[in-house]
């Protein structure tokens, strides 16, 4: 117990020793900290006015913003307009509704196109002070990339047109000609796909009507042929004639019966009913191998006759449907080709602004005196130190090893 009681003291010992040199040598920071203090404040103040004055020569920029919304209707696709309230919203998005249409936007106001027309427009080579480098033009491009900006709200789900410039009219100006560029550019985009679509709708009915008068060509050609024109309706009528024949067989069949039993095969009566029998027999016969009128169709030819009708009959009620379903859609993309391409609904538009954007100057101020104040007390304590080692790290370096 003694041992242990002896060995938690020395511990306690050398944490007391370490806390003691700790709070030595941040005294001693302390005081070489201040005994500096007229170094440190004296950097600081002319960090202070060099960079006052730089930022006083750092040009003020201006930031105006133009607020647009998307058709009510969905003005990219042709899909949208087609389709309308069968669409949900999930699948609106995706084929071009009120929220898909901002990808859209944002790839043509990002484009090379409409970046070049505002290079023109404006002569950004000369604002943006690029003719003397090696890529004037590719410099402007890139530049004019940096100073634009095209946040989508998506709470409220509007488009947001921003340009930075030295100039705020020329930002606003810039603002509003880019959502006017944007404007032609989806107008143009828009017809060509309506095109698109109604050339494929219009091709696909055309192919639904060659394939609906080569069926109806078929199906005359086999009416002529089997004298078949309604399988359902012909089939019960024959059947209902067949049905009443043989009754009428049977019943003179069981007449005969009882007259040749009655009055003998050679009675001239009874050999007159056994002719009108046969002819019965015989016509009853005729009709079951097609000569009918009503089925001119010999029965062990039926079912491949039946076949080939209902095989006809399927292919005509399925384009007869395709041409119900295609038609409207086919007037609808015509229209939609035909009308002018609805254009965004803008907000607000791009107004010069009053307030620069940029240069902070107050918060680069303070971040700059506050950066000088730490860079300068590093730089004295580092001094201090090498003061205070120097002897040793000197004699340890001209010591001679020993052997």
């Not at 001693?28 to 070489?32: F, L, N, P």
């Given at each position: 117990m003694e041992q242990k009681s002896t060995l938690r003291q020395d511990v306690f010992a050398v944490d007391d020793r370490d806390d003691a040199r700790l709070e030595s040598f941040l005294w001693?920071?302390?005081?070489?900290l201040w005994s500096r203090w007229r170094l440190i404040v004296s950097v600081t103040v002319v960090a202070t006015i060099l960079s006052v004055i730089g930022l006083l020569m750092i040009p003020n920029e201006y930031q105006a913003s133009a607020k647009v919304l998307a058709p009510e209707g969905g003005g990219g696709n042709p899909l949208t307009a087609l389709l309308g309230r069968n669409v949900s919203s999930a699948a609106s998005a995706l084929i071009g509704g009120?929220?898909?249409?901002?990808?859209?936007?944002?790839?043509i106001l990002t484009s090379r196109t409409l970046r070049e027309q505002m290079v023109d427009r404006f002569d950004?080579?000369?604002?943006?002070?690029?003719s003397e480098n090696e890529h004037p033009r590719e410099d402007a491009l890139s530049e004019l990339g940096a100073r634009t900006s095209f946040p989508v709200d998506l709470d409220y789900e509007y488009l947001s047109i921003s340009v930075l410039d030295r100039s705020p009219e020329r930002a606003a100006d810039m603002a509003n000609y880019m959502v006017e560029l944007l404007n032609t550019r989806n107008a143009q985009l828009s017809s060509q796909s309506a095109s698109s679509f109604r050339t494929y709708v219009e091709q696909r009915y055309r192919q639904a009507m060659t394939r609906i008068d080569s069926l109806l060509d078929a199906s005359q050609a086999f009416q002529q042929q089997y004298g078949i024109?309604?399988?359902d309706a012909q089939t019960q009528a024959f059947f209902t004639q067949m049905g009443?024949?043989?009754?009428?067989?049977?019943r003179r069949e069981v007449e005969f019966a009882a007259m040749e039993q009655q009055f003998g095969e050679d009675n001239p009566r009874v050999r007159a009913y056994a002719?009108?029998?046969?002819?019965?027999?015989?016509?009853?016969d005729a009709e079951l191998s097609g000569s009918s009128q009503l089925l001119p169709v010999p029965q062990e030819q039926m079912p491949t006759v039946v076949r080939q009708y209902l095989a006809l009959e399927r292919d005509l009620t399925i384009e007869r449907a395709t041409i119900e379903a295609i038609a409207p859609m086919l007037e609808t993309a015509r229209m939609q080709e035909e009308q002018q391409s609805e254009a965004l609904q803008v907000v607000d538009p791009a107004v010069a602004p009053a307030k620069k954007a940029w240069p902070r100057r107050s918060?680069?101020?303070?971040?700059i005196v506050l950066s000088t104040i730490l860079v300068a007390s590093v730089l004295v304590l580092l001094a201090d130190a090498w003061t205070r080692h120097a002897p040793y790290l000197r004699e340890r370096l001209h010591a001679t090893p020993h052997a």
């Open positions: 001693h920071q302390a005081r070489v009120i929220q898909g249409d901002y990808p859209r936007y944002l790839t950004l080579v000369d604002v943006y002070e690029t024109y309604d399988v009443s024949v043989s009754g009428d067989l049977a002719q009108a029998i046969a002819s019965a027999q015989r016509r009853f918060v680069l101020l303070i971040v």
